[in-house]
C-alpha cells in the first residue's frame, strides 16, 4: 500500500512503480468524488453516493473511507491475475483497515520533500481554495497517523528515485516471501 498526506504525488509514483515492477497491478478505486477537468476518466470508477453504498452494503470493498466528504474504496475481490502482487494507493484510514485484515501487508508512507512543494502540487490540481486548505490540514493528520503503521517512509523528491526506492523495497519484500519472477526484471 502507497499512502500518504495529500499533495505527496502517490499517484505518480504508483503508476512509475506499476510501469517499472513486474507482476505489479494497480487497483483503481470507487470514488463519489467528481472527476477534475484534465483527470483521466480511468482514473477512478466515478460513482454516484447510491451506487457506492449499495456496493459497499453488498461487502463489494476490500475497505473505504470518506475522505473530505468523498467515499473512496478498494473494489473486492481484487482481480489481479495469478502471482501479482497488488498496489493500492489509499488514505491512511484505509491503510489501517487493511492492514487490520492482513498484518503482512506492506505499507508505505510517501511524503513531499517540503511543504512548499506539497503546497503547490495540491494547487496545481485546479481545485478551490478552500479546498486546498483543507487538504492541507487533513494532510498534517494523515502523516502522523500513517508513521503509526508505516513500514517505510519514503521522501518523494523525484519520482524517479523515489520510485527506485520503493522498487528496491518490493523486491526484498518479495525475496524475503521466495518469490521468483517469471517475467525478466525490467532495467531501469
Ligand atoms: P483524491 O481526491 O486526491 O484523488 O484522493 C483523496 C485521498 O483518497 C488520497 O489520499 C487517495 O490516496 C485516497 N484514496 C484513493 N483511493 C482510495 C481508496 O480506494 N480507499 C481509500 N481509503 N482511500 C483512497
Known amino acids: 500500500m502507497l499512502c500518504g498526506p495529500g499533495g505527496a504525488g502517490k499517484g505518480t509514483v504508483a503508476a512509475r512503480l506499476v510501469a517499472a515492477v513486474p507482476k505489479l497491478w494497480l487497483s483503481r478505486s470507487w470514488t ?3 472527476r477534475r477537468s ?11 453516493r447510491a451506487a457506492f ?17 468523498n467515499l473512496y474504496g478498494t473494489p473486492w475481490p481484487v482481480d489481479a491475475g495469478e502471482g501479482m502482487d ?6 491512511v484510514q484505509g491503510a489501517e483497515q487493511v492492514r487490520s485484515r492482513d498484518s503482512q501487508a506492506l505499507v508505505i508512507l510517501l511524503l513531499p520533500p517540503t511543504a512548499g ?3 503547490a502540487r495540491l494547487r496545481s490540481r485546479g481545485d478551490s481554495e478552500e479546498h486546498v486548505m483543507k487538504r492541507l490540514q487533513a494532510a498534517e493528520i494523515e502523516a502522523s497517523r500513517a508513521r503509526l503503521i ?5 521522501v ?10 520503493i522498487a528496491g523495497i518490493i523486491e526484498s519484500r518479495r525475496n524475503e ?6 517475467v525478466p526484471v525490467k532495467e531501469s
Open 32 to 34: 463519489t468524488r467528481a
Open 156 to 165: 518523494n523528491d523525484t519520482v524517479e528515485r523515489a520510485a527506485t526506492e
Open 177 to 182: 516471501r521466495g518469490y521468483v519472477p517469471d
Open 150 to 154: 508505516a513500514d517505510y517512509e519514503v
Open 117 to 119: 512543494e506539497q503546497e
Open 86 to 91: 497488488v498496489l493500492l494507493e489509499i488514505d
Open 38 to 48: 484534465g483527470e483521466p476518466a480511468d482514473a477512478y470508477i466515478f460513482v454516484d
Open 53 to 69: 453504498d449499495g456496493h459497499a452494503q453488498s461487502g463489494g470493498f476490500l475497505e473505504w473511507a470518506e475522505f473530505l466528504g
